[in-house]
């Protein structure tokens, strides 16, 4: 008892909530370009950049705002390449998504070599991290103030992101027109919509918010860099994408349950269980997730066959449409 | 054969623009790229110790690059030989140090187990990518994170031998594979890569078996039309790269470490994706890409003791020739062929 | 009456393929103007002349007795034209107000005005009587339904001229008199429709006046008050002159092909094959006809077994082939032209003599040991592209390098080269050249001296006639009749096709297939 009490209580809330927003910036991020029809296994480098940058910017201009915004525009950098090969190009999304991932990984390394001289991580040089927000009256509101007080805000941006996109998607016309971009191509082009354009700002947007995550995780998860510190959130995020299809409900679902076994396996930890056994278990949790829904993705196929079918015979009488009996069914 | 000229020259000129950028991206890290060039190339093949050492090196991208070409070749992309290696490299060392064999037949035990390590470790992302289509670029690159965690998990909570490193203990050397010259660790493993890339040459160009895959990569419609039996050939194809993958750390820890630790082989699986990417699938072609990176490699070795720039610079050479060619092998195919861009890739 | 649409000798080639020459249209404002002809017989390259989708070579467009110029879809839009076309390009996941106001989105405060859609889009609805709920998903509608989105589409669009592309090809009569219903609507309210169809019928019930095309070019216009359904029969088909029937010898083979009772689902879950029985026999070719789409590739494909079927058998000999996978069926003796060949019948990136190669790579002396036989492979990929008259560099040129005539031998060169004892051909000439269909046709003819039992599914109905032993009518799914090849009258079989039977019913179509 006295074991579960010290595994499950507000303070693993607010270590799922941390743990959680990283992967939710940069799955957000993906979900422009999901909806648009592009896949992006590209976002773990995406992150790397920006957190990278994020860090640079901190130190030569002392503050964390300007590293922010650097470790954007790096991840924007890249974005623009990713959309410039797969839009303009038509290159392979799989192919220039994994080599501006390695892109990314070398040119940390050896800007961190050149720069300060040293290999593995950054930190000191000044380096400064984004400030806590402190709620007023949260210390009055007890658990409840615990858990929603005390973040970096780009905790804050990711969480309330999430109605944003809801919204972006339903109520705005670019939103829109990214899903009919990836969703049925000929009715843009029908009705007159760029889909290379549409695509872009889907890619540029995405490059947006993978820098926010990478600039999190350098200035607000950790005030450091460390060689390929994103550590696969960026894969993760891509598992996510495609079980939710970009939806950002279904993405925060998601990554509530990535940062819930990250946060809880880190428990784990203290009970003496091995660091390497504790630090696969988000990564288990996302292969197992994926393979689950896509066995499941199965049924919903047959679904939708025996629906479209109702709605043929509804039209008339079943028995005349119907064969005695159902040998095979595809 | 015009084709096939134009297509190499074509990649030849790819590979210049990216070199080009890469000299760009040195001199921003504040080295002459000329010094960083002759650096390399001294480094990879100044003496024949170093040749022998870009030998060493070349080897395991040569075999992890056979191993995505056997995925290519079917329209798949087996992005977890990363893990496979491990994996591999791990289970080879375990029989090397838990048995007592005759030479021979250790070193067999030792590499067959390691490809079977590959191909279990690969078996589930390719049960679920032939059967529902699951995304198999996903799910074996996170299967790497795992292959690492817990072959890592295994050397120092399980197997750690006495004393600080975190190793195993040593193999027999009744496990050891035998080096090619007494001076250098190059050993039997390249001759075993440069007879698996010549046989997946002939396995494709000359086997029936070959052929359908070859088909189903080129055209699954076609492919199915045929009477090819696309789920089937799709979960043993994946097998099949995965054991290569596997091999290819059997191959490094009973050639090379004769003992698994952490950081075991890092990159040399992706490093093989890559030089198959390079080589557009072709085992022959992969020779010629893995010893380039090989040479990169071996070179960048010496680039970290006699510049300042460090050697991951040639990661981002890398990236930048696979970017280039890329684009280029589709600006070429755009202006023949007209239903380019159809993509693989949407879910 | 003043005219909404004017074509004056409009001319469109692609490439030495003339699919309209000089063709004529009036079109009289608030009248159902109809425009009729067999496949490829230039409607809808007409249509999307008129809809600036393809610039015609010559010729003048008016609208509305001014010439006009028509670089673009928005250009025709803009003169009040709109098109419903025959694959309707609608987003499955949102709404029907979303889909309607696509691309011209009601904004409020730089946010979509849901309900100012939903609401405009259930005025209009109202207005010209198509029943739609503006809120509901796409994606969960019927055809049916979608269609009218379609139309509001066009309407909200300000459109005064609506063309539909073969409309009730998709429908099911009690929504295509529905369609009819809403389209007297717009007459009624001063606008103009223009409707692609080849069904007679519905041309007979709905139009005023019409217009049939043949091989791209006018044969008549007539009030359809004037004018029989034999009338328009003999102008579609009109006299059969591309090719004269083959002399053959009697048919006198035994039963080789036997199929009973077979049911089979589309791609959409739909019946596409609605309990269809038949038997071809060796040394005989039996030709299907049909007007696209009534099951024709459904039934290829549930024969070479890349279609499940859901009820009904197939045997070849005493040999069952009912739920075996498309390796098997080849191995049992069956070998399939698809009518897609661009897709499935070539890899295009390949050479001749790998494309040759296909299917029989298992086989002796094709392989031994899983080993290729170059020689064998090289030696046969000469004779075949001999003795097929493939124009090719040579066996080791791609595909993709060859006219299409020729990429269809190669296709006919490997399916026929096999031990096959049945043959299924599907659409064996289509954008084939003159001589190669020539040449095509004489090889089937071969096949058929060579006892072989031959499935012919063709829509050129000249192809089946010149071929055809027997030739069955397909419509909606089902065998609408048995025709004697050597003695069929077009009158009937252009009947049969558009769904009326021997004894003059006319055969509802249940669903759309």
Same mark, same amino acid.
């Given at each position: 008892m006295e074991i579960l009490e010290r595994m499950f209580n507000v303070a693993l809330i607010v270590a799922t909530l941390r743990t959680t927003a990283p992967i939710l910036l940069v799955a957000l991020g993906g979900s422009f370009t999901t909806r648009a029809g592009i896949f992006n296994i590209g976002l773990e480098g995406q992150m790397l950049l920006g957190a990278f940058f994020a860090v640079i910017g901190t130190i030569f201009s002392g503050s964390p705002w300007i590293g922010l915004l650097c470790g954007v525009a790096a991840a924007l950098a890249l974005a623009f390449i990713f959309a410039l090969l797969v839009?303009?190009? #038509?290159?392979n999304e799989v192919v220039v998504g994994l080599a501006l991932n390695i892109l990314a990984g070398g040119m940390t390394v050896s800007l961190l070599k050149a720069i300060f001289?040293? #290999?593995?991580s950054i930190f000191g040089h000044g380096l400064v991290g984004l400030p806590v927000l402190r709620i007023p009256f949260a210390k009055e509101m007890g658990w409840f103030g615990q858990m929603i007080s005390? *973040?970096?805000p780009l905790v804050y941006v990711a969480f309330l992101a999430v109605p944003l996109f809801i919204l972006f998607y339903k109520r705005t016309k670019l939103g829109l027109y990214i899903r009919v971009v990836g969703e049925k191509p000929e009715a843009a082009e029908a009705l007159g919509i760029s889909i290379a354009k549409i695509r872009y700002t889907a890619s540029l947007l995405c490059g947006v918010f993978a820098g926010l995550a990478g600039a999190h995780l350098s200035l607000? *998860?950790?005030?450091m860099f460390t060689e390929n510190m994103s550590s696969g959130r960026g894969f993760m995020a891509v598992a996510i994408l495609i079980f939710s299809a970009g939806d950002p409900k279904r993405i925060l679902a998601g990554c509530l349950l990535f940062g819930f076994s990250d946060a809880l396996s880190l428990r784990l930890q203290t009970f003496g269980v091995s660091s390497y056994l504790v630090l696969a278990v988000p990564y288990v949790v996302a292969l197992a997730a994926l393979f689950a829904l896509s066995y499941r993705a199965r049924p919903r196929i047959i679904q939708e066959t025996l629906a479209s079918m109702g709605r043929a015979l509804s039209v008339k009488p079943p028995s005349a449409a119907e064969p005695p009996a159902l040998a095979r069914e595809p | 054969m015009n084709d096939r000229i134009s297509a190499l020259s074509g990649q030849a000129l790819a590979i210049m623009i990216a070199l080009a950028l890469g000299a760009m991206v040195i001199l921003a890290v504040s080295e002459s790229p000329l010094h960083v060039l002759l650096t390399l190339l001294d480094g990879a093949f100044g003496n024949p110790e170093r040749i022998l050492g870009t030998l060493l090196q070349t080897t395991p991208i040569l075999i992890c690059g056979v191993a995505a070409c056997i995925s290519l070749r079917g329209g798949?992309?087996?992005?977890g030989i990363e893990g496979q290696l491990f994996m591999g490299g791990f289970a080879a060392t375990w029989i090397g140090f838990s048995f007592e064999m005759p030479p021979v037949l250790h070193v067999m035990a030792g590499l067959g187990f390691a490809a079977f390590a590959g191909l279990a470790w690969v078996a589930i992302p390719a049960f679920f990518r032939a059967r529902?289509?699951?995304?198999?670029v996903v799910s074996t690159i996170l299967a790497n994170y795992v292959a690492v965690l817990i072959t890592s998990y295994l050397t120092i909570n399980i197997f750690k031998r006495a004393g600080g490193a975190p190793d195993t203990p040593p193999i027999l050397e009744s496990a050891y594979l035998p080096q090619?010259? /007494?001076? /250098? =660790? !190059?050993?039997?493993g390249l001759v075993i890569g440069l007879v698996l890339a010549i046989g997946a040459h002939f396995f494709f160009t000359r086997t029936a078996r070959g052929y359908a895959v070859t088909e189903m990569g080129a055209n699954p419609k076609f492919a199915e039309y045929g009477g090819i039996d696309i789920k089937k050939q799709t979960f043993f194809l994946m097998l099949a790269s995965g054991a290569v993958g596997g091999l290819a750390g059997g191959i490094e820890s009973?050639?090379?470490?004769?003992r698994f630790m952490e950081?075991? !082989?890092?990159g040399f699986g992706f490093d093989g994706v890559i030089a198959a990417l390079l080589a557009n699938g072709n085992p022959l072609g992969t020779i010629v890409t893995a010893l380039f990176f090989g040479a990169l490699r071996s070179g960048s070795l010496l680039l970290e003791v006699d510049t300042t720039? /460090? =050697?991951e610079i040639i990661t981002v050479i890398q990236a930048l020739i696979i970017l280039a060619v890329s684009a280029q092998i589709l600006v070429r195919r755009r202006a023949t062929d007209s239903s380019a861009g159809e993509r693989r890739w949407k879910f | 009456m003043p005219r909404a649409i004017e074509l004056r000798s409009i001319t469109k080639r692609f490439g030495s393929f003339?699919?309209?020459?000089?063709v004529n249209l009036a079109v009289k404002r608030g009248s159902i103007h109809a425009i009729i002809g067999e496949n490829g017989a230039g409607k809808t390259t007409l249509m999307n002349v008129l809809f600036g989708l393809l610039q015609p070579d010559e010729g003048e467009i008016l609208i509305d007795e001014k010439p006009v110029v028509l670089p673009n879809p928005a250009a025709a839009i803009a003169n009040g034209i709109g098109m419903v076309h025959q694959h309707f390009k609608l987003?499955? @996941?949102?709404t029907v107000a979303d889909n309607v106001f696509l691309g011209m989105e009601i904004l409020k405060g730089g946010l979509i005005d849901h309900a100012a859609q939903i609401a405009r889009t259930a005025e209009l609805s109202r207005q010209f009587g198509l &029943?739609?709920?503006?809120?509901?998903? $796409?994606?969960?509608?019927s055809v049916g339904i979608e269609q009218r989105i379609e139309i509001l589409k066009v309407l909200v669009r300000g459109a005064r001229t609506i063309i539909l592309d073969e409309?009730? +090809?998709?429908?099911t009569p009690q929504e295509s008199r529905d369609l009819f219903e809403t389209l007297r609507g717009f007459v009624a309210k001063g606008m103009t429709v223009l409707f692609i169809s080849h069904h007679l019928e519905e041309v007979m019930e709905v139009s005023d006046t019409v217009t049939v095309l043949r091989h791209g070019k006018e044969v008549a216009t007539r009030p359809?008050?004037?004018?029989?359904k034999s009338d328009l029969v003999q102008m579609m088909v009109g006299?059969?002159? @591309?090719f004269d029937r083959r002399p053959r010898g009697p048919v006198s083979g035994s039963r080789v092909l036997a199929v009973d009772d077979l049911w089979a689902r589309d791609d959409r879950g739909l019946?596409?094959?609605?309990?269809v029985s038949f038997d071809v026999r060796a040394g005989e070719i039996v030709g299907i006809a049909g007007v +696209?789409? %009534?099951?024709q590739t459904e039934l290829a494909e549930v024969l070479s077994g890349l279609r499940p079927s859901t009820h009904g058998s197939v045997r070849l000999g005493e040999t069952p082939l009912t739920g075996l996978s498309a390796r098997a069926i080849r191995g049992a003796g069956v070998a399939h032209v698809p009518g897609d060949r661009l897709v499935r019948g070539?890899?295009? %990136? +390949?050479s001749v003599s790998l494309n040759l190669l296909m299917?029989?790579?298992?086989k002796a002396p094709w392989s031994r040991g899983g080993i290729i036989n170059r020689g064998y492979l090289a030696d046969q990929s000469k004779a075949l592209i001999e003795r097929f008259d493939i124009r090719t560099r @040579?066996? +080791?040129?791609?595909? &993709? @390098?060859?006219s299409g005539g020729n990429i269809q031998k190669v296709v006919l060169a490997r399916e026929f080269s096999?031990?096959?004892?049945c043959l299924l051909i599907d659409?064996?000439?289509?954008? $084939?050249d003159i001589g190669a269909t020539e040449a095509i046709h004489t090889e089937i003819m071969r096949q058929r001296e060579a006892g072989r039992a031959i499935l012919l599914i063709s829509v050129q109905l000249d192809e089946l006639i010149a071929l055809a032993d027997r030739i069955l009518v397909m419509f909606a799914g089902r065998i609408m009749g048995d025709l004697d090849g050597g003695a069929v009258s077009e009158e009937r079989l252009g009947f049969l096709m558009a769904g009326v039977d021997e004894h003059g019913h006319h055969v509802e179509r249940e669903m759309a297939s």
């Open positions: 839009v303009t190009f #038509r290159a001289g040293t #290999r593995g005390g *973040y970096t607000g *998860y950790t005030t | 798949l992309f087996n992005i529902y289509q699951t995304n198999e090619l010259f /007494s001076f /250098s =660790r !190059a050993n039997w009973l050639g090379v470490h004769h950081g075991f !082989a890092p720039a /460090s =050697r | 003339v699919a309209n020459e000089g987003v499955p @996941s949102l &029943k739609v709920d503006p809120t509901e998903r $796409v994606g969960l509608l409309p009730t +090809a998709v429908l359809t008050a004037e004018l029989t006299r059969l002159v @591309s019946h596409a094959l609605h309990g +696209a789409g %009534n099951g070539v890899d295009r %990136n +390949a299917g029989r790579q298992d @040579s066996a +080791a040129a791609p595909v &993709k @390098s060859l096999g031990d096959a004892r659409q064996p000439t289509r954008g $084939v």
